[in-house]
Structures are given as C-alpha cells and as structure tokens.
C-alpha cells in the first residue's frame, strides 16, 4: 500500500528566504503526486501535482515541486517566502485505477517571520 | 460559481444526538468523499461515492453513514454522536472522467465538530 510521509511537522522561514517542504513516497508503482494547501479555518487548495511527464511542477503562488523516483520524493519549494504564504501544507499520493482516492501525510504547518 | 458548500461550519452538540453534516457542489462531479482532520494529523478517507446511489467505505473505519440520492449532495450522518466523533469533517468531489485517476479534488471549508 502506498503512503506518504512529511518531515517536519512545523517549518518556520524568515520573509524571502527559501521555503523547503519535504515529502517522502512509498508506493509499489509509479504514483500521482500532489501537494495542497490549507488556510486557517478553510478547506484544502491544490497548489501543485504531478502525474507523468517534466518532473518539476510549476503550481500556483510561486511554488513547485520536483519528482524524484530515486529518492522516492516530492519536495515543495518556493525561492522567496511571503508572510501570505503561511498556512498549513499536506502532501499527497494516489496510484492509476484508484479513482482519485488520496493518501495524506500529515501536514507540516508553515510561519513565516518578519 | 462552481463551488462546494458545507454545512454547519461548526456544530457543539450533546452526547447523543443525532447529527447530519451537509456537503453539496454545483459543478456535476460525480466522485465525492468525506475526510476526517484531527489537529495536527492527516486527513483519512471514511467515506466516498462514484455517484448516485453509490457509496463505500473509507480507509479510516467510522461509525458514520452517508448517503448519495442526488448527485449534488453527499450528507454524512451521526446517529448518536460521542466526544471520540469530535473533529473536523471536510467533504471533497472531484470529476470523474480523467484518464488514470488523478482527479484534483475540491474541498469544501470543513465542518468542525465538537460533541461534549
């Protein structure tokens, strides 16, 4: 059974400087990949997903993400955090013929400081 | 606008009580899902439908029911609420014809649900 793990359940990031969130795979075949965002007191929002193809992703609000089969990883990154950008994230797997169901991780909470 | 609405945002209710938490969407999908968010935790699937009068159980076992009469609405109820069913239900839908599966899900804002 696939799974998905997130590292760091809190990550917190000066404005501008460099967002990491990292997200770990396990799956028997290739996977579907996304990552969604959650705002305070709202419902989740894709930002980003991969599928088959280019394995970096381009999502929105700056974000993207690269697909690395080696490493079994879907790490989100934006160069320059904005304190807008604070929020909780949650990465994402589902396989072909599943019909869309989605296994999250965890979520990692997001601050982003002055 | 398309969009998917949930019903009561939050919700503080008695020890058993019977509860219905609404979920509706306007843009025709026909997959639709109730997950369940415990602060801090992922999301589990409980319950999903392919369509009307199609329902089936999610990863997470729970003691909730649904039911899928209309192809908008996908209400998920609680026949004698208990403070373990308090939690945050978000509802979720997505189309059902992309090639392989990855639908991108819409989520509603959630239902947030306490049971003293």
């Known amino acids: 059974a696939q799974s998905v793990t997130q590292l760091g359940s809190h990550v917190s990031v000066s404005e501008g400087a460099l967002v990491l969130l990292r997200c770990n795979y396990s799956?028997?075949?290739?996977?579907?990949l996304f990552w969604y965002v959650q705002y305070p007191n709202q419902g989740l929002q894709l930002l980003l997903k991969y599928t088959t193809g280019a394995t970096l992703v381009k999502g929105i609000n700056g974000f993207e993400a690269e697909f690395k089969k080696s490493e079994t990883s879907f790490h989100l990154t934006k160069p320059s955090a904005h304190m807008s950008d604070a929020a909780e994230y949650f990465c994402a797997v589902t396989l072909p013929g599943q019909g869309g169901k989605l296994i999250f991780g965890q979520g990692t909470e997001l601050s982003v400081k002055p | 606008e398309a969009d998917i609405y949930q019903t009561p945002r939050y919700l503080v209710i008695g020890t058993g009580k019977k509860i219905t938490l609404e979920c509706s969407q306007t843009?025709?999908?026909?997959?639709m899902y109730w997950y369940q968010q415990d602060p801090g935790m992922e999301l589990h699937l409980i319950h999903y439908?392919?369509?009307?009068?199609?329902?089936e159980k999610g990863d997470l076992s729970s003691e909730s029911t649904v039911s899928r009469i209309r192809t908008e609405h996908f209400p998920l109820t609680l026949e004698s609420a208990r403070p373990s069913h308090t939690s945050q239900y978000l509802c979720a839908s997505s189309e059902g014809l992309y090639a392989g599966g990855a639908n991108v899900l819409t989520f509603g804002a959630g239902s947030r649900l306490t049971v003293l």
């Open positions: 439908s392919y369509g009307v009068n199609s329902t």
């Open positions: 843009m025709g999908h026909d997959k």
């Open positions: 799956s028997s075949v290739p996977p579907y």
